[in-house]
């Protein structure tokens, strides 16, 4: 047991640690134990800022009241009631703000309890469309080089990180993937959306063309792709995948895990770059990270699909026990109340602005080779080590902890999203902090 006061655990070995460097982390333990808006404290007494939103996803920041106090009180009132053919009223609740937040066509949530479960949903949903409209040779599902659409087997079928895809077998059969979006040599230090790639997405013809529309149930993307290191889609290169999604009766998926809940400065992304897809998969943001919860939006053309033959029969053979879980919608509730209150997303859209020039002031340092930035989140690309990738990134990471600033990284990208509740003072020291970070690199 830990010595009384001491929030260190004294065992650290029981705990397999995920996406993480198990054997660096338990020699050189980082502990966060309280936290309170912009800041994390440490174990040993340190405040860190978060230039993170923890893993994308404290929009509100930590520790908000009304948060706690909405899941305090749900616990104490019902704790849990059952997901199938019983209901509770803050699932219905939270269902109908979520849809109000969201874009006009979006009229139905289901709830799940993460984004890589949102995206085996969506995925599903999509093809079982296809198949109650008697389309049931629409099969095959696309995604993208470098996309990140969570850890579970369609998410990483349909994701195009090497690392997270080649240790798992044979994936799902029937997926295929158009060509990432990251063109350096050609956007390199872009502010905001970069001018040239569009014509990437034509590359939907060429997989259409070898399968047969016929074949192909749907396409899923990031809007913006975060986790592979925050590449921001060129002008018009949504836009052209929609039309082409349309021209062949594909469905467009946005995996807005990221991009939901203001980081771009709009309620979801698809908002922001005002080209709606057919679904969208969230997570994070919806309860501002406090309880693990998901949800896929359909439109009602979707929806709809669904809802014919006998009306006591389940017209959708998916769920999971803690869909819309009390506490969880309850969360999810007084977070999308903090968001509207306190004009959250309006915040981010009037801070990038500063934010695209605090980042981009990294410009000339040494080993960045890229910066990338749209609404909250920057990507600041790092020249790799020759022989050690990630290695410099990694350690522009460990330094910046022990500075006082959470950044996070991928590959030798570093990925800055920080809560909507930043102040321009804390931009200054998150950016002022990476400076001198990388400055001192090898
Ligand atoms: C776009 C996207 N999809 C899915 C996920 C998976 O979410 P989770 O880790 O909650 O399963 C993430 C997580 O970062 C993500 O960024």
Known sequence: MAMDGDTRPNDLSAFWMPFTANRQFKKNPRMFVSADRMHYRTDDGRDVLDGTAGLWCCNAGHNRPKIIEAIQSQAAELDYAPAFQMGHPKAFELATKLVDMAPEPFSHAFFTNSGSESV????????????????????????????????????????????????????????????????????????????????????????????????????IVEPMAGSTGVLIPPKGYLKRLRELCTKHGILLIFDEVITGFGRLGSSFAAAHFDVMP???????????????????????????????????????????????????????????????????????????????????????????IDIRNMGLIAGIELEPIAGQPTKRAFSAFLKAYEKGVLIRTTGDIIAMSPPLIIEKEHIDTLVGTLADVIRELD
């Open 120 to 219: 085996e949903t969506a995925l599903k949903i999509a093809l079982a469309y296809h198949r109650v409209r008697g389309e049931g040779t629409r099969t095959r599902l696309i995604g993208r080089e470098r996309g990140y659409h969570g850890v579970n087997f369609g998410g990483i079928s349909v994701g195009g990180i090497v690392n997270n895809r080649k240790f798992f077998g044979s994936l799902l059969t029937g997926v295929d993937h158009l060509p990432h979006t990251h063109l350096p040599e050609k956007n390199a230090f872009t502010k905001g959306q970069p001018e040239h790639g569009a014509d990437l997405a034509d590359e939907l013809e060429r997989i259409v063309a070898l399968h047969g529309p016929e074949t192909i149930a749907a396409v």
């Open 278 to 368: 057919d679904l969208i998969t969230c997570a994070k943001g919806l309860t501002n990270g406090v309880i693990p919860m998901g949800a896929v939006l359909a439109t009602s053309q979707i929806h709809d699909a669904f809802m014919q033959g006998p009306e006591e029969a389940i017209e959708l053979f998916h769920g999971y026990t803690y869909s819309g879980n009390p506490i969880a919608a309850a969360a999810g509730v007084a977070t999308l109340e903090t968001y509207r209150e306190e004009g959250l997303f309006e915040r981010a859209a009037e801070l990038a602005p500063y934010w695209e020039e605090a980042v981009h002031s990294l410009k000339g340092l040494p080993h960045v």
